[in-house]
């Protein structure tokens, strides 16, 4: 009895430049549209196993922004982006969802406002503004917010946020513009 060979697999062709470009381009343009979270963490997981950072980061940037409700460009609906997309970042190193309770109490008791401006007064640097400039997200910092909206905060808070942020290595005039 003659054994049959498996048929071998087709070897797929690598991609050039433009085609992966175009791909890229391609998601880009469908993140925008994208409102299921499940989809969007979907598709920065892939991103990020394809190595496509700018896709992931996008993706990224959408999950926070459709969990989030309230007034786009509004102090608390920026706050709360944050908030979101921090829980994200500690979902994908935790493997499982993460709340931020004591942060979303905090906010109950004294609102938005208040605890971005005791956040950027503290004398330590907060795990959420360490853990964003790791990633390369410092728009999302809690210091960033403030420096957007100075009309809401007090000067020594804004000088805070913004010696904060030049501590680690960034221009805030960037981060404003």
């Known amino acids: 009895m003659k054994k049959s060979k498996t048929p071998a697999k087709p070897v797929r062709a690598a991609s050039t430049e433009k085609e992966i470009a175009a791909r890229d381009a391609a998601a880009l343009a469908r993140i925008e549209a994208m409102d299921d979270p499940d989809k969007l963490r979907n598709l920065m997981a892939n991103a990020e196993r394809m190595g496509v950072m700018p896709v992931r980061n996008a993706a990224f940037r959408r999950l926070a922004l459709i969990q989030t409700p309230g007034d786009p460009g509004s102090v608390a609906h920026e706050f709360w982006q944050t908030i979101h997309a921090f829980e994200q970042l500690l979902r994908e190193e935790r493997g499982k969802a993460v709340r931020l309770t004591r942060i979303r109490q905090k906010i109950a008791r004294v609102g ?12 330590e640097e907060t795990q959420g503004f360490e853990t964003l400039m790791a990633r390369d997200l410092p728009e999302m910092t809690g210091e960033a917010i403030i420096l957007r909206h100075p009309d809401d905060f007090d000067a020594p808070t804004c000088d805070a946020a913004r010696a904060r942020l030049e501590s680690a290595g960034f221009d805030p005039a960037t981060l404003v513009a």
């Open 112 to 123: 938005e406002v208040r605890a971005l401006a005791d956040f950027a007064s503290a004398t």
